[in-house]
């Protein structure tokens, strides 16, 4: 199981932690933000595929917001995500 880290930009939320492993995440935690919310999406979401997640997640806007607690977890997956595919790829 790897553990992640992420300091999202332009919402309430200050810290984003989460694993995963095989592709599902795990462990999902929000530092900040509106905490009843985010931790119905952090229970929601355990066990989660990561890629699945992103997609679905992914635009979600908060408010006059251009982003989202939300929007910024599918930022992170795909961060992490594309960042393991080059990996895998200059494995090759």
Known sequence: MSDY??????????????????????????????MGNLAAISKLLEGADAQKTADLLRGNICRN?????????????????????DDKEKEQ
Do not use: E
């Open 5 to 34: 880290s992420y300091v999202p930009q332009g919402v309430c939320a200050k810290d984003i932690k989460f694993s995963l492993k095989n592709g599902k995440i795990h462990n999902l935690k929000f530092t900040g933000g509106c």
């Open 65 to 85: 917001k251009q982003t989202s607690c939300a929007d910024q977890l599918a930022q992170a997956l795909d961060d992490i995500l594309m960042q393991k595919s």
